[in-house]
């Protein structure tokens, strides 16, 4: 079975540009989160979604950031336009449900350099 | 509000020696706990979990991790470390009512041959 997977693995942008990142989660899987990990620090919730509707956002860092997922298959997230700040690590992350104790299965991330 | 706290970003052992990583948790509620790990270049793999059943959980790899309410803490051992076993921990906490994990800064172990 495939695990979560995550495209691209590496993105390098200037300042003010659009970047567009894509997570594939484990095929049946209706709940999909996004994290980020900026450089050194905790691994942050940014968003979770269950099949195509936005159930928690609280963790956007503000409306340059747009999440989709069209059809509750994969989900894009899109920067626009990207910051110095917005470097680090986004992780993308699927669970059958969203029970507590359920596991979060993590894909490899994509790393991003903002210059 | 949750929170994680992993004492130690690095810890270095030499291998065949124990290997302690040490976690901290705060939660109002009682928490699911978590130990991830993520090695060079891939995404973060469970290593084992705490969901209110037994207090000392074995997890992959030869890791275990133990429960202690009255301290707050899910710190994480192995006996004897591999040098496969370098790699980046993460302990982290979910409540027992929500899905939003909440994750330590990490601890990244060395292991020296």
């Known amino acids: 079975e495939a695990g979560v997977t995550q495209f691209p693995s590496h993105s390098v942008i200037e300042k003010g540009q659009t970047v567009t990142l894509r997570c594939d989660p484990i095929?049946?899987?209706?709940?999909l989160y996004w994290y980020r990990r900026v450089m050194g620090k905790e691994i942050k919730f940014l968003l979770h979604?269950?099949?195509?509707?936005?159930?928690?956002e609280s963790g956007m860092p503000n409306n340059r950031f747009l999440a989709e997922r069209t059809g509750g298959t994969y989900s894009t997230l899109k920067v626009q336009p990207a910051e110095l700040e917005d470097s680090g690590v986004y992780f993308c992350a699927s669970s059958q449900s969203e029970a507590g104790g359920e596991t979060q299965y993590f894909g490899p991330g994509t790393r991003l350099l903002v210059l | 509000a949750q929170s994680v706290t992993q004492l130690g970003s690095h810890v270095s052992v030499s291998e065949g020696a124990l290997v302690l990583l040490r976690c901290n948790y705060s939660s109002s509620v009682p928490p699911y706990l978590f130990w991830y790990v993520q090695y060079p270049n891939q995404g973060l793999q469970l290593l084992l979990k705490y969901t209110s059943a037994a207090t000392l959980v074995k997890g992959i790899n030869g890791f275990e991790a133990e429960f202690k309410k009255s301290e707050t803490s899910f710190h994480l051992t192995k006996p004897s470390a591999h040098m496969s076993d370098a790699a980046e921990y993460f302990c982290?906490?979910?409540?027992?009512?929500?899905?939003?994990?909440?994750f330590g800064a990490g601890t990244r172990l060395f292991v020296k041959a």
């Open positions: 095929s049946g899987h209706d709940n």
């Open positions: 982290a906490v979910r409540n027992t009512g929500g899905f939003k994990t909440i």
């Open positions: 979604f269950v099949k195509e509707s936005k159930q928690d």
